[in-house]
Structures are given as structure tokens and as C-alpha cells.
């Protein structure tokens, strides 16, 4: 055979498998097989959310947001369309010490775990409400994670008359109640 012939067979030949490699795990390599990491807004679940009915001022929302993943996720910041102003609050102090203020840092929630955002515990708070919460509608909340992920979760908005809680004014704003 040809010298010429050979040696351009034997490079078409490996042109066309070069093409038509597969990793071990049989697909094609580059961006598609990198490994996918999930987002932090995608492994939550939220459950039992409502918020509390409000004319003006401060609220509240509460409820369950679980972890489905393998990894923590942690809550990094809460918003809305009206533009509220809205903090991770976490209650601090025991028996009738207890006192509210903002959590500082991320709300992390562990694999596999629940964070309980519930009256006289730890909850999401209005500090100056733009727009009344009217009991029958719903709020509709962005939460943003500490991956720049986000999701939207509803709170139907219900009458609550409970937790009068005190707050912490040694903890960034002064609040002097519901």
C-alpha cells in the first residue's frame, strides 16, 4: 500500500474515533458530563406557611422549610414585590427572658433537616409593611440563598392574635412590638 494512502487512512481513522469518544461512563465528554450540583433554592421544601394579618407596621411569617439535600443550604436574604423590608428573626434567652432579634448570618438548614419558623420562636419578620396584610390573600416571598439561588413561596395571610413577643433593642433595629 501507498505511503501517502496509509498515512491519510490512518489519520481520517483517528479523526473519526477522536469523534466518537465516550468517557467510561458512556457519554460524550465536556460541559454536558460535569458534574451537576444542586442549587440551594432547589432542595427546599416549604410547608404549614402562613403570615400573619397586619394594617401597617411589623409581622410575621412562619412555617417549615425542609432540606432535601444532601448538603446545608442557608437562607441569605427574603424579599418581596412591595419592596418590605424583611429579617431572619430568631428569639434569645429562656422562660420569660425571651426576647426577638435579627439573626446575624444566613439561616443555615442541615441535610435532611427542618427549620421551624413558628410564633415565639424563630420567624420571618415585616419590620415596616409597604402594603397592608389582608387575611384571605397571600404573600409571596422571594427567598435567596447563600449560592445567589432563589425560589418564591406563598404565605396565605390569617388573623393571629398570639405572640407578643418583647424585642431585643441591643439587636440592630429597635422594635417596640407587634
Avoid at 469523534?19 to 458512556?26: E, I, P, R, T, V
Avoid at 440551594?40 to 422549610?65: N, P
Avoid at 426576647?99 to 415585616?126: R, Y
Wanted: include cysteine.
Amino acid at each position: 500500500m501507498n505511503f501517502r494512502k496509509t498515512t491519510a487512512l490512518a489519520l481520517g481513522l483517528g479523526l473519526l474515533l477522536t469523534g466518537c469518544a465516550q468517557s467510561a461512563d458512556g457519554q460524550q465528554p465536556g460541559p454536558a458530563t460535569e458534574q451537576k450540583t444542586t442549587r440551594q433554592a432547589e432542595a427546599l421544601t416549604a410547608s404549614e406557611t402562613w403570615a400573619k394579618a397586619a394594617e401597617s407596621g411589623m409581622s410575621a411569617a412562619f412555617g417549615v422549610l425542609h432540606n432535601n439535600s444532601g448538603a446545608p443550604i442557608a437562607l441569605h436574604k427574603i424579599s418581596n414585590a412591595q419592596g418590605d423590608q424583611i429579617q431572619i428573626h430568631e428569639m434569645r434567652g429562656t422562660g420569660n427572658e425571651m426576647t426577638m432579634a435579627q439573626l446575624e448570618g444566613d439561616l443555615v438548614i442541615e441535610p435532611g433537616k427542618d427549620a421551624v419558623l413558628a410564633p415565639g420562636g424563630n420567624h420571618l419578620m415585616f419590620i415596616d409593611l409597604q402594603k397592608p396584610l389582608v387575611a384571605s390573600q397571600t404573600a409571596r416571598l422571594n427567598l435567596e440563598f447563600a449560592d445567589g439561588s432563589s425560589t418564591e413561596v406563598d404565605f396565605p395571610i390569617r388573623n393571629f392574635d398570639g405572640a407578643k413577643e418583647s424585642y431585643d433593642e441591643h439587636a440592630g433595629d429597635e422594635h417596640a412590638g407587634h
